[in-house]
């Protein structure tokens, strides 16, 4: 697969030397890295193109993350959910976000039932593996914070009664980047809650071809969905997210990470830099990319990979910097490149 997240600058620092690229070169044929193909091959099938899209919604489901998706509408992205989940065995489930979604509609409330005369707590939609929360931004604060307090803590609190959400709890919460009116900005403190942001583009010409010959047929969403083969279940996802903790990250390569997310802070044209959760993210993450490759360490070329999902959201340009024109993901892309990259 090539690296869909990002495409290192010519005079960007050599991150391996020749051993670690005969130790990649080498990977394991481990359990996670036949999982993870067998899931990208049975995804494929259906849901065409995206790469970046499909392997980092994989390595937060993996790191038991979040992903907020920035993309135009028609892109597929009710697709991939219900493809994701039919092929890992898990539920899912779709909320569409409007203007006067409350937070009951997401979480469920206690119903009266006539029958024993008490009130009976109806789960809400929430109540799943896989979620796409559709156009969050569009519903007020008090609606998508409850969805973002479930993502932190994995439970729902009704009438001072904790109901737990079943593992893996994957939300991919998407906004549209280019309608603004009625919308609502998601606070920085609650966009931190995602592990990455996702830019989903529109496909190339060769993919879009292939979309089009694909879903053009007269042919039911469900039956090709049905299609599908399942690969894996729940529980063998939950055995791979504690394989992937047990990857190996160098204390070099921790260094390096925390030197990134603490330069976010001093960098010039940034207003806000990154929080400790953005470290975080880059650590789990980088061990998920390791294990779906076959490694059993953490190397660079994971960190570098992953960095502009896992900072973009997480960072806010100065004033003077937007007027001049400079984009998240330049700015981030020039930070990374002027931190020395570790050998290891």
């Known amino acids: 697969m090539t690296d869909p997240f990002s495409e290192p600058a010519a005079d960007a620092p050599v991150a391996a030397t020749p051993a670690e690229d005969a130790a990649v070169a080498v990977a394991a044929d481990t359990p996670t890295r036949r999982l993870f193909q067998r899931i990208t091959t049975e995804v494929a099938k259906v849901f065409v193109g995206q790469d970046e899209l499909v392997l980092?919604?994989?390595?937060?489901?993996?790191?038991?993350?979040?992903?907020?998706?920035?993309?135009?509408?028609?892109?597929?992205?009710?697709?991939?959910?219900?493809?994701?989940?039919?092929?890992?065995?898990?539920?899912?489930?779709?909320?569409?976000?409007t203007a006067d979604l409350m937070p009951s509609d997401i979480t469920g409330a206690p119903i009266f039932d006539l029958k024993t005369q008490e009130f009976q707590f109806r789960p809400g939609p929430v109540f799943t593996q896989l979620l796409l929360a559709d156009e969050i931004n569009r519903s007020p604060a008090k609606t998508h914070a409850a969805l973002l307090e479930i993502m932190q803590e994995r439970r729902v609190t009704v009438e001072r009664i904790s109901h737990k959400i079943d593992r893996p709890f994957l939300v991919l919460a998407t906004q549209n980047p280019i309608e603004a009116e009625g919308t609502y900005n998601l606070p920085e403190a609650q966009l931190d809650r995602f592990m990455f942001k996702l830019v989903v583009n529109y496909p190339s010409a060769e993919e879009e071809a292939e979309i089009l010959a694909l879903h053009s047929l007269q042919v039911d969403l469900d039956q090709r969905l049905s299609g599908l083969e399942t690969v894996t279940s729940p529980e063998e996802i939950i055995d791979a997210i504690q394989l992937a903790g047990d990857v190996l990250v160098d204390p070099k390569l921790l260094h390096y990470i925390n030197s990134l997310v603490r330069l976010s802070r001093e960098w010039p044209q940034f207003y806000l830099g990154a929080s400790p959760r953005a470290g975080i993210a880059l650590v789990q993450g980088a061990r998920t990319l390791a294990a779906f490759r076959g490694r059993a360490y953490a190397v660079p070329d994971d960190v570098v990979e992953l960095a502009l999902p896992a900072l973009r959201h997480r960072v806010i340009l100065s004033a003077e910097a937007e007027v001049e024109g400079h984009k998240v993901d330049d700015v981030l892309t020039e930070l990374i490149h002027s931190v020395e990259v570790p050998r290891l």
């Open 56 to 97: 980092g919604t994989l390595v937060a489901l993996f790191s038991n993350g979040h992903v907020l998706i920035e993309s135009v509408p028609g892109l597929g992205k009710t697709l991939f959910v219900r493809t994701l989940g039919q092929v890992l065995g898990c539920r899912f489930g779709r909320i569409q976000f």
